[in-house]
């Protein structure tokens, strides 16, 4: 069976180590060449040597080998691969004519290599990674398939591709002014600034730019751009629950004439925004395989039971149940925390929260726009602010996991949670028999908090969070970086951790179909000033008022998929829109 060997280069340290994966491999030790170092210090691993035993990822001190044997793919179908050692990527997308396709499945499994191939920034080595870029051979590749056409347009330079990339962090290093940068496309500037909500703020230079304002900038020159083809890679990053779906409007709007290709893990945005989607199925970091193109819905319904019938994949153990969300019976609502009326006054900003109950085995969500309040109505809870007006509940243990996060200590997480073993507040066994395995933290166990990427570094805070012994959990964004599986692994973990505990959660987050797993309840905050000057805080609610409240401002309706009860949005303007507007009824239970 053929194997895949993948060195993990950001994590492979050949000075810091002994070369622990060459010492103990057992065909080197026999004499075969089997594990090599290669022209840059690294180890090469031979994949004909390779006999699978996986000793060499066991040893490696910084869990940088992985080896597979079962890769599931046709070698022939390998459209792109990073180095001997490096990921694979078999198969691409078919950007259509018009329209909105979607891409959907796990980090690192290919979605941003995807969009660089199609744009032909990256041209698809088809496997050889030794050999120079040769459309020729690709063209050659691609005959006779939908593809075909496409590379021949992108080879001779006559289709006009745009990406928005990914990572929009590094445009806040650029001098310009959030005008200059989109105007710099020589398309629509005013317009579309006006759109996606940027025009009052368009003069201030990047660098002063929040994240969140980071992305509509970049969402701006996109949009602006007068090309074929519009690769959107992860549009919702940073952005509040009211500018994703602004921006998806947009995208919609933007697909009825062009082709766009949207990369994004929040379910209930790609579900609205795509007409199609292919799924990607892999291994992080070692192998991708694009699906077939899914109608929109069987699409997401796909992905959330995990089978992908046609090609006989299961990508995942356990199906993602969504439940309606009927009230409590009293048994189970007892009050646990409760907090008077809060206040807190900065210089330019005043936020108040209206007196609330959380009760025992509740998960309690937190939603709004940036800017209103939430991170520091958490920290007020959190004992790290102290309120202008109001005392926080005397006697209440919290645990903290903080919005933005920093690995500042080079410990790895097992070194982490050893240093606490002996601390009453840190549940070890927890964490080790529950937070381990519902968090797939067991990979990243020994790397360095530093080397984490920013999906695995929130696992870990998570994990690390919900160790602590405390009688109130509050999660600040702990969707962010993560993947639409991992979002529905945690919001499960959450909700059934602080059921089991008879503990309560504040979870601030924007991913609606994460909220509707993981809480029962919410609280919703706004704007309380015209000028963004002041933020307002209320509830908790039954999750169909808060959400209704939340909606009503946003004007956006959500129905119930009748076969796995996830929400989904409604077309502005259908029959069902109109009818649950007419009734203020925006957020539908499952009948
Ligand atoms: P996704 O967007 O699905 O998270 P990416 O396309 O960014 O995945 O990356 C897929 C894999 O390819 C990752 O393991 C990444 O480390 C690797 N990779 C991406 N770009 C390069 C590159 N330029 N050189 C080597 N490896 C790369
Ligand atoms: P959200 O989490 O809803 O995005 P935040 O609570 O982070 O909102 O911020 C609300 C407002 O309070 C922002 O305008 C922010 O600038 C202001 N603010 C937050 N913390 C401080 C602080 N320590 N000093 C001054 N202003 C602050
Ligand atoms: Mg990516
Ligand atoms: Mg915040």
Known sequence: MPRIAILLNDRCHPKECQWECQAYCPPVRMGQECIVEGPVGKPIISETLCIGCGICVHKCPFDAIKILNTPEADPAEIVHRYGYNGFRMYRLPIPPTRGVTGLLGPNGTGKSTALRLLAGTTVPNLGDYDASP??????AHFRGTA?????????????RTVLKPQYVDAIGEETASARE?????????????????LAARADRPLSELSGGELQLAAIARTLASDADLYLVDEPSSYLDIVHRLEVARLIRRLGETKSVIVVEHDLALLDYLADQAHLIYGEPAAFGVISHPLPMRAAINTFLTGYLKDENVRFRAEGVRFVAHPPKPAARTTPLVSFPE??????????????????????????????????????????????????PPPGVTVSYKPQ???????????????????????DGRLFERELVPGLHLEEILDVALPDLSGGELQRAAVALALARVATLYLLDEPSAYLD??????????????VERQAVSALVVDHDVYFLDLACDELMVFRSDAPDGSAGRGDGPFPMREGMNRLLADIGVTFRRDAETLRPRINR????????????REYYYEAA
């Open 181 to 197: 940068y989109v105007a710099a496309v020589g398309g629509r500037t005013e317009p579309t600034l006006e759109a996606v909500g």
């Open 484 to 497: 639409a599986d991992e979002r529905m692994a945690m919001a499960r973990l959450v909700r059934r951790q």
């Open 404 to 426: 933005y996060l920093r690995a500042n200590q080079p410990a790895s997480l097992r070194e982490r949670s050893a240093a606490l073993a002996g601390d009453p507040t840190f």
């Open 572 to 583: 502005e303007g259908s029959a069902l829109d109109r009818e649950q507007k007419a009734q």
């Open 134 to 139: 040769d459309w020729a051979k690709v063209l």
């Open 342 to 391: 809060l206040t807190k006054e900065f210089p330019n900003f005043r936020l108040s929260v209206g007196a609330g109950e959380l009760a025992k085995g509740q998960t309690v969500g937190v939603v709004g726009p940036n800017a209103t309040g939430k991170t520091t109505f958490v920290r007020l809870l959190a004992g790290v602010e102290a309120p202008t007006v109001g005392t």
């Open 147 to 159: 593809l075909h056409a496409h590379f021949e347009q992108v080879a001779r330079g006559t289709l």
